[in-house]
């Protein structure tokens, strides 16, 4: 015989809890956090003046990613990510400021415990996975090191 307590229930996806609203706040105050926060000063750099466009697309890999219909992919013909962030220098830094604004907003559109917990993990793997650099700072070029190694 079994009990049965809240524990059991089956586990619900991101999306589930979000729904596409959710999903869109958090994208929101997500790019909201890079903009403003002086922390997030380096990666807000990075993006295009007009953060629209990227928002949009954020929302749509994001409601995949979290268990809903695969609309990036429908758009973009992938998940995968590495293309749209080569032409960047991603290290360690610059992947933490994106987590730190990803941690706000999760904050700020007061997701509860059991989301923060759920994403938490994952959302740090999938940063990982943007990550293109192993170092937060370019290697400085020497151009006699560059001409010494020609000859
Ligand atoms: C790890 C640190 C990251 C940095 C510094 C970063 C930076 C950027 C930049 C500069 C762009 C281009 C924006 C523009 O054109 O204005 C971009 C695009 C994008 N990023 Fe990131 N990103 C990071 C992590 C992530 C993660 C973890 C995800 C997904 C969960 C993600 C999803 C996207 C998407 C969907 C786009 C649009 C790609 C497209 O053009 O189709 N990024 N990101």
């Known amino acids: 015989m079994s009990e049965t307590s809240p524990s059991e229930q089956p586990p619900r996806s991101p999306y589930e ?11 929101a105050a997500f790019y909201d956090v890079m ?9 807000r750099a990075m993006h295009a003046e ?11 890999y ?5 268990g809903g219909p695969p609309v ?5 013909g992938t998940v995968c990510l590495t293309d749209p962030h080569a032409p960047f220098h991603i ?4 992947r933490d400021q994106w987590l730190m604004c990803m941690d706000e907003a999760l904050e700020r559109i007061g997701a509860s415990e059991e989301l923060k ?4 993990l994952p959302m740090q793997h999938v940063a990982e ?12 070029r020497d151009p006699n090191i560059i001409a010494a190694s020609r000859s």
Do not use: C, F, H
């Not at 903009?35 to 990666?43: L, V």
């Not at 990036?72 to 973009?76: F, P, R, T, V």
């Not at 917990?117 to 938490?120: S, V």
């Open 17 to 27: 809890i979000l729904g596409d609203q959710g999903i869109k706040d958090l994208v």
């Open 62 to 66: 994001l409601v995949g990613w979290m």
């Open 72 to 76: 990036y992919q429908a758009i973009a």
């Open 117 to 120: 917990t759920m994403l938490k």
């Open 35 to 43: 903009d403003t926060n002086p922390e997030a000063a380096e990666i």
């Open 91 to 94: 290290g360690p830094r610059q």
């Open 129 to 140: 996975t943007v990550q293109n650099q192993e170092t937060s700072d370019p290697a400085p």
């Open 50 to 60: 007009d953060l629209s466009p990227v928002r949009s697309k954020l929302t749509a």
